[in-house]
């Protein structure tokens, strides 16, 4: 993990992918509202859908032919299902993509993201006393396309883009309790839960498509106030279907924000 | 082709309903299949779930009303004989299985603090701690949550250089059993097996992990050398049951009294389609010879008290204690 992000900041930071004319740099902040679909079947077999605020900011370092950007974003989600659960969903996600220009218009790339998903029913019953959070956590790889266009002598940028997973790294609970596969061996267990982070980091499954799948669309509008900031919506699809270990979890979200970028 | 991907996004997102609308027999096949694929005891208790479903699903019908599938759902789960399986829904809990059924339980922590303590010590949270005749120590836990104390107890009792340690787990009905191999390390001189923890690997009966043992290594700073003994009815369940299967057989400990109530189920909730809520054992603890603790921990010296002894004011049981 810490080797995939050294090669993303050197990626980020080699002067000579950008050299040519045209590079620029952008740091973007963005504020949005999230609408989130979550069934978790570690937790239950309804689906669980609430409004949430979504924050991201975003780098985006690009020339004539290549672009790369790095993304975070993060959103806390409660949501309740009007009865007995309510659940409260922390998302931390990460992202970085490399694309290169292909024909006008049209850039070809991949994707490397981090994405996790943690569910923690907060109800009052003392029935997930015993499993009190339901964790999934991605590294995925796959394909990105994006389309770019600008209007009006460069004033408006439309941008869409897509990408899919096709090989991830999924940690996953074991079935019982939610303690990580790899905790659960003679000599690591421990029934403190103490020493829980190096065997939950290895406890995960390469998995391809059948097993874990992320889908995710953005469609963007941006209007430059100046040479140097211009403020724009985003809109953001994200579907994520993961299940190495015999219980699935799904979350789709359909996200619009409003941000601002600064660009030099 | 970003069109299409679009496309095929919201069609996926949105093909996935809401399941709340299902029938009763709906309810109860999915009730059946999370038990079946997630409870651990279906062959140690040699219950036939296949069975138990011919014989309450027939029950269902279309007339069925809520009421009606919530108590056969509650036969259904008491038929695995298991106080930790719960079922709920808004505004009620199922029963759950009297493990205490068929056993005298006659224990009342007033009659030992009236008619056998001489020198009341302290009480924090569910901890109570005193003096009895001969020197002999006795500390209480009526609830396996609040006893951090537990540990300066031993340092007290040896401090004051008791005769014997009398732990009293009657009754206490269990709660967070994760410090119990730390609380032991006062009691062991090298790092010693407690038991053996498995559970659920996968929807089949038989997927469980391979037993993994769990040890206690010595407290460097203190060793407990007086003789200990553990006082244990058959209302010592869950955690309690646990710490009587982790502290039987280490040096200087005798466990006096009933079995315990059992409980070695660690359970799992889930909830159903239409908002009900339930949890099952979904792993097992395995005393230091490799038996499951969920039927309950025997004592080495098997006493009860009856109504009389404790209306008279004694605690036959107690007494075996102090003169064992």
Sequence with gaps: MKFTYIIIILLLINPSLYSQENSSNELSIQVGLSSSSIKDLRLSNRKFRSWSPKYAIGYVKSNDNRISSFRMQFSKINSSDGGLLSLMTIRPEIYYSYERKVKDGIWLGGFFDNNTLLNFPTNTSSVFNSNPISYTIAQSIGPRVSYLKSLDNNKINLRTSAQVSLLSYVVQPAFGHPYPSQFLEEGKFNPTREGMAWPLTKSGKIATVNKFNSFRVELGFFYHINNSLKIGVDYNLNIQYANTRGKSTYISNHDIFLGATYIH | MIYIFITLAFTISCSQNIDNDNSPSEIYEEFWTWVDQNYIYFDLKEVDWEEVKIK????????????????????????????????????????????KEGYEIHFDLDVIKQEYVVDSLGADGYLYWAMLEDEVGYVNLSDFNRYRAFRSVFEQMHARSVSKLIIDMRSNGGGDSNAVPELLSVLVKEKTALGAYTEKSGPEHNDVTTPIRIFSEPDPDFYFDIPVVVLIDRGSYSATSYFAAMIKGLDN????????????????????????????????????????????????????????????????????????
């Design chain 2, 56 to 99: 309450n699903a027939a029950l269902i019908n279309e007339n069925t009303t809520e009421d009606d599938l919530f108590q056969i759902m509650e036969s259904s789960l008491l038929e695995l004989r298991d106080g930790h399986n719960r079922l709920q829904r808004k505004g009620q809990s199922a029963r759950n299985h009297n493990f």
């Design chain 2, 253 to 324: 400990v005798t466990l006096i009294g009933q079995v315990t109530g059992g409980g070695g189920g660690g359970n799992s909730g889930f909830q159903f389609s239409n908002g009900w809520l339930i949890a099952v054992s979904v792993s097992d603890f395995y005393d230091k010879n490799g038996v499951s603790i969920e039927a309950g921990v025997e004592p080495d010296i098997y006493i009860e008290n009856t109504k009389e002894d404790i209306d008279n004011g004694v605690d036959k049981m107690l007494e075996t204690a102090i003169n064992y």
